[in-house]
């Protein structure tokens, strides 16, 4: 029911954004409604946009748009600066997510939050709607073990990369059991096996198909495996094998 709240909604702005010739934005979407996005962008005859405050972002704003598009300045999304004294304690991102989640907001009204830092000091960024900014800062005072103080940042976020490692694997193909085996350091049956459980998720939807095709900038995700980005294919080796460069998220 919410989904097709939301996609009725999105069909709504598709369509202001056709008649007043300006851009209208929606909340932030989980990745998997950015189809349902551009679908309603094709149906209206319009284009759509996303951006969600920072480069590769999860979740985004869409802006539906007919000439130009807005500068990421212009999208409704302000950035929190989220600080804590690392002498006493040092909050992961689940910790700042339940805190965050803990303030009985809509989901729909907050983005991504990215690990950075400020005046050379640990902090985090959290991206939201303006009209909620006020009220996060206000009343997010812990996150985990830590006291933190919350203000809207006026700088440009300096964000950290994030934690993970760089692969560089060969595999038979670039089918979605190939790359999720070599990656994840599983054997193709393993693979096989976790998407036939629906463990496995491509670009955030659930995927059943162990033969589907992959291509550069696809984000595999398989519960209890964790997270990979394909980032590039490079050819093919002595043995005819495809070369694949990777990165999997954590530590």
Same mark, same amino acid.
Not at 114 to 122: I, K, L, P, S
Not at 224 to 239: I, M, N, Q
């Given at each position: 029911?919410?989904?097709?709240?939301?996609? *009725?909604?999105?069909?709504?702005?598709?369509? =202001?954004?056709?008649?007043?010739?300006?851009?209208?934005?929606?909340?932030? !979407?989980?990745?998997?409604?950015?189809?349902?996005? =551009?679908?309603?962008?094709? @149906?209206?005859?319009?284009?759509?946009?996303?951006? %969600?405050?920072?480069?590769?972002?999860?979740?985004?704003?869409?802006?539906?748009?007919?000439?130009?598009?807005?500068?990421?300045?212009?999208?409704?999304?302000?950035?929190?600066?989220?600080?804590?004294?690392? *002498?006493?304690?040092?909050?992961?991102?689940?910790?700042?997510?339940?805190?965050?989640?803990?303030?009985? +907001?809509?989901?729909?009204?907050?983005?991504?939050?990215?690990?950075?830092?400020? @005046?050379?000091?640990?902090?985090?960024?959290?991206?939201?709607?303006?009209?909620?900014?006020?009220?996060?800062?206000?009343?997010?005072? %812990?996150? %985990? =073990?830590?006291?933190?103080?919350?203000?809207?940042?006026?700088? #440009?976020? #300096?964000? !950290?990369?994030?934690?993970?490692?760089?692969? &560089?694997?060969?595999?038979?193909?670039?089918?979605?059991?190939?790359?999720?085996?070599?990656?994840?350091?599983?054997?193709?049956?393993?693979?096989?096996?976790? +998407?036939?459980?629906?463990?496995?998720?491509?670009? @955030?939807?659930?995927?059943? &198909?162990?033969?589907?095709?992959?291509?550069?900038?696809?984000? +595999?995700?398989?519960?209890?495996?964790?997270?990979?980005?394909?980032?590039?294919?490079?050819?093919?080796?002595?043995?005819?094998? =495809? +070369?694949?460069?990777?990165?999997?998220?954590? *530590?």
């Amino acid at each position: 029911m919410m989904a097709d709240a939301l996609n *009725k909604r999105m069909n709504e702005l598709a369509l =202001r954004a056709s008649y007043a010739g300006e851009p209208c934005y929606t909340r932030f !979407l989980e990745p998997s409604m950015e189809e349902a996005a =551009r679908a309603a962008a094709a @149906h209206a005859g319009v284009r759509v946009a996303f951006w %969600g405050g920072c480069p590769d972002a999860e979740r985004c704003v869409a802006a539906f748009y007919v000439d130009e598009g807005p500068e990421a300045s212009e999208y409704p999304i302000a950035a929190l600066r989220i600080a804590w004294n690392a *002498k006493f304690a040092n909050p992961g991102h689940r910790d700042l997510l339940g805190a965050v989640m803990g303030l009985g +907001i809509d989901r729909e009204t907050t983005g991504d939050i990215v690990m950075g830092r400020y @005046h050379g000091a640990d902090c985090a960024y959290l991206f939201a709607l303006p009209e909620m900014a006020s009220y996060i800062a206000a009343n997010l005072e %812990g996150a %985990g =073990r830590a006291s933190v103080r919350v203000s809207v940042a006026q700088e #440009e976020p #300096e964000l !950290l990369p994030p934690e993970g490692e760089a692969l &560089r694997v060969t595999v038979q193909n670039e089918r979605l059991d190939a790359v999720l085996a070599a990656t994840c350091r599983l054997s193709r049956s393993e693979a096989q096996r976790l +998407i036939a459980a629906g463990l496995v998720k491509l670009n @955030h939807a659930p995927c059943l &198909r162990a033969d589907a095709r992959l291509a550069e900038g696809d984000l +595999i995700s398989a519960r209890g495996y964790g997270r990979v980005r394909v980032t590039a294919f490079l050819g093919e080796s002595r043995r005819g094998r =495809r +070369i694949v460069s990777a990165f999997r998220y954590g *530590k």
